[in-house]
């Protein structure tokens, strides 16, 4: 059986927390605030929106790279705070081998912690392997980024290993960056049962 095109079925995902629908150039509006007031958030990521211009040229490059089906960014909402806390993507899709990635993904600080990007990881994979059927799906993040690490961890993801000097990094220098994945077996094996059960 074919698999599915995202880029023709242009999802919007959604559940009773988070509702994760195509990025626009009118969520820079809504993104605004953390560019503002946030831009650590971008201190260990492939790109920043950290500032009104960066902000701007960030969302142009991610509907841009939609357009020519290399990634696919979605702005995030939380249904229980009725508001926008943040961005995140599908990225380095290559529907012939059945993989991608999920990154790029920022939340503002009073969304942390509070099960929001769980929410999201757990539409997002559900999407990869239930409705896409994809063979594998990706993390990456910078090495020295204990949060993230930890937080990919939590939901179940395998590390493969360190890819060294891998890229510049925002900051200066060149990053190495941790190389993690879940693979479609382990999801029906276990993984998606975890995801759901820490998000419940």
Same mark, same amino acid.
């Given at each position: 059986?074919?698999?599915?095109?995202?880029?023709?079925?242009?999802?919007?995902?959604? &559940? &009773?927390?988070?509702?994760?629908?195509?990025?626009? !150039?009118?969520?820079? !509006?809504?993104?605004?605030?953390?560019?503002?007031? +946030?831009?650590?958030?971008?201190?260990? $990521?492939?790109?920043?929106?950290?500032?009104? +211009?960066?902000?701007? &040229?960030?969302?142009?490059?991610?509907?841009?790279?939609? !357009?020519?089906?290399? +990634?696919?960014?979605?702005? =995030?909402?939380?249904?229980?705070?009725?508001?926008?806390?943040?961005?995140?993507?599908?990225?380095?899709? @290559?529907? !012939?081998?059945?993989?991608?990635?999920?990154?790029?993904?920022?939340? $503002?600080?009073?969304?942390?912690?509070? $099960?929001? &990007?769980?929410? @999201?990881?757990?539409? %997002?994979?559900?999407? *990869?392997?239930? *409705?896409?059927?994809?063979?594998? @799906?990706?993390?990456?993040?910078?090495?020295?980024? *204990?949060?993230? =690490?930890?937080? %990919?961890?939590? =939901?179940?993801? *395998?590390?493969? $290993?360190?890819?060294?000097?891998? %890229?510049?990094?925002?900051?200066?220098?060149?990053?190495?960056?941790?190389? %993690?994945? =879940?693979?479609?077996?382990?999801?029906?094996?276990?993984?998606?049962?975890?995801?759901?059960?820490?998000?419940?």
């Amino acid at each position: 059986m074919p698999l599915l095109d995202i880029f023709e079925q242009n999802p919007i995902l959604e &559940n &009773n927390r988070v509702l994760l629908r195509p990025l626009q !150039e009118t969520d820079f !509006e809504h993104l605004l605030p953390f560019s503002l007031n +946030e831009p650590e958030l971008w201190y260990y $990521g492939l790109d920043t929106a950290a500032g009104e +211009e960066n902000l701007k &040229n960030y969302i142009a490059r991610a509907i841009k790279k939609r !357009e020519t089906k290399q +990634e696919y960014p979605f702005t =995030i909402f939380d249904k229980k705070e009725n508001t926008y806390a943040g961005s995140t993507r599908f990225y380095d899709i @290559c529907q !012939e081998y059945s993989t991608t990635e999920i990154g790029y993904t920022f939340i $503002g600080k009073n969304f942390q912690h509070t $099960g929001v &990007n769980r929410h @999201c990881k757990l539409l %997002m994979l559900t999407y *990869v392997f239930d *409705v896409w059927g994809l063979e594998r @799906c990706g993390l990456r993040a910078d090495a020295r980024n *204990v949060k993230s =690490i930890k937080a %990919m961890k939590a =939901i179940g993801c *395998v590390q493969e $290993g360190i890819q060294r000097s891998h %890229m510049p990094a925002l900051t200066g220098g060149r990053r190495d960056s941790i190389v %993690m994945s =879940i693979l479609k077996k382990e999801w029906f094996r276990g993984k998606k049962e975890l995801l759901e059960g820490i998000t419940r």
